[in-house]
């Protein structure tokens, strides 16, 4: 088993806590307050469940599994998601829930209670739109099957040596290409597949995202079986719902509404800047807030993302920045340094946008707002129409089961700024205005949202 170095995110209900450096012992020594016992007794919240990991009808491995990572109750989704996934017999499901509300501990249990520990072959295949959330789903899956016999492989590039034959493991986590591949060339033998999931899986099903690969690899399981489907998101835009409903037909479904997307503990704010040269400015005067606990900042395209941090480390700061450019042992070094806490500001690109969870990460940074025209293979070059699900899942970096969080938009001129009110209309969460200047409310309203 390739045994994930990521399985080290806060384990569940510990403190994100803000370990301020000398340096940043400005004023700003607030801590970050965890609600997480209040939410879960909120009703409202979507973190509350009136039921216990008990009766959802787990096996006792897994119970102590779950009870290992720190988890007490099970989070709303959970709660109602697992009795569908685990009835008899299985049944598809499409399930949405905010971010941060435990989506994946639904889906992985669903995997290792299905597996036949005694057949050592393939039976649960997991797809995540990037290499980092794979990593990190597959610590989950190591984590709670902690007291099974349960074997797991990755199918993200270069997890096997390029003559490797027969995958034996019980579960498979990786990204589309790679598990198509490894699926043609036998190395991963389907014929005992019986559940196959998709996170984030209104991107794996986007036509214009990975919708033709994640399709490649259900089309190359096994006809002669019921394969349960299971798909799950925190946002299901109307165009790729209906390719979901087809993709697991007759699923469980559990929905949001529209005004339900985000959570209420992330507060948004946005700062008008004069031009690109002043957000670098504005960016670099933020850097004692960025590293009061950890920061991501996303940019339009990797370049980007690059040359800022570049900059950035030149004037003597402390940043990392990570993009789909980097091979793959340099990506696995940098998320991990950053979920070490080695550094406290990651500069990326969309490639971290969905599921990446990292407690201590209090602050997203828009550096550019996302577009549609930046998605994956998304035609039309001249569509500036900003990218909702995207700044929904951005912005869900933070705010992680209960903890508060802060977002930062930059707007720079006419178009940044209708792009942000675009957003703010399809969300219907305020975005209040921070002048650029006034770094004291900065901090100010930093310490109200974080308190
Ligand atoms: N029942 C629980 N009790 C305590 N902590 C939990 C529970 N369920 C999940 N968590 C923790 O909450 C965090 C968020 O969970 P997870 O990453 O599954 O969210 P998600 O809904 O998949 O979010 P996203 O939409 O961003 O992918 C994780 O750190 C996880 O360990």
């Known amino acids: ?66 009870y290992d990572m720190g988890f007490t109750k099970p ?13 008899n017999p299985p049944q598809n499901m499409i399930g949405q ?26 039976q649960a295949l997991c797809l995540a739109p990037s290499r980092e959330l794979a990593r990190q789903i597959m610590s989950v899956v190591v984590a709670m099957g902690k007291f099974t016999a349960v074997q797991t492989e990755y199918a993200i590039k270069e997890s096997l040596p390029r003559d490797a034959k027969n995958v034996t493991a019980h579960i498979i986590v990786g990204t589309p290409g790679t598990m198509t591949d490894l699926i043609r060339r036998k190395v991963i033998d389907v014929s005992e597949v019986k559940v196959f999931v998709l996170d984030e899986a209104d991107n794996m099903l986007d036509k214009d995202g990975l919708g033709e690969q994640t399709l490649r ?68 005067s933020l850097y004692h807030l960025l ?52 550094n406290k500001v990651l500069i990326t690109t969309n490639v971290i946008a969905r599921g990446i969870d990292i407690m201590q990460v209090n602050m997203v940074v828009n550096y550019d707002l996302p577009l549609l025209n930046e998605r994956d293979n998304h035609g039309s070059k001249g569509d500036f129409r900003p990218d909702i699900e995207t700044y929904i899942h951005r912005i869900g970096r933070t705010g992680r089961f209960g903890r508060k969080g802060i977002s930062v938009n930059f707007v720079h001129d006419k178009a940044t700024w209708q ?33």
């Open 1 to 66: 088993m390739s045994s994930p170095a990521a399985a080290e995110s806060a384990p569940a209900g510990a403190a994100a806590e803000p370990k301020n450096d000398a340096e940043d012992l400005i004023k700003s020594t607030f801590e970050v307050s965890v609600t997480l016992a209040d939410q879960q007794a909120d009703p409202n919240s979507p973190l509350y469940s009136a039921k216990t990991f008990e009766e959802l009808g787990l096996h006792d491995d897994l119970l102590k599994g779950i």
């Open 75 to 87: 989070s709303k989704i959970q709660e109602r998601a697992l009795p569908l996934l685990l009835s």
């Open 97 to 122: 829930s905010q971010s941060g509300t435990g989506k994946t501990a639904a889906f992985v249990l669903t995997m290792l209670s299905r597996v036949d520990y005694s057949i050592n072959k393939p």
């Open 217 to 284: 690899v259900k089309n190359m399981l096994p006809k002669n079986r019921t394969v349960q489907i299971v798909l799950f998101s925190a946002t299901f835009p109307d165009h790729v719902r209906n390719f979901a409903n087809k993709f697991a037909p007759n699923a469980n479904k559990i929905e949001l509404q529209r005004n339900e997307l985000s959570v209420d503990n992330i507060r948004q704010f946005y700062m008008d800047c004069k031009n690109e040269e002043h957000k670098y400015e504005v960016l670099v």
């Open 291 to 342: 590293t009061i606990g950890q920061s991501i900042i996303f940019c339009q395209h990797r370049h980007t993302a690059d040359r800022i941090s570049q900059r950035m480390t030149a004037e003597g700061h402390k940043v990392a920045s990570l993009h789909g450019a980097k091979d793959a042992t340099e990506r696995d070094a940098i998320i991990d340094g950053f979920r070490e806490g080695k």
């Open 419 to 451: 792009q942000m009110e675009e957003i703010e209309r399809a969300t219907g969460k305020q975005i209040i205005r921070i002048e650029t200047t006034d770094l004291d409310t900065m901090e100010e309203q930093m310490k109200k949202a974080l308190k």
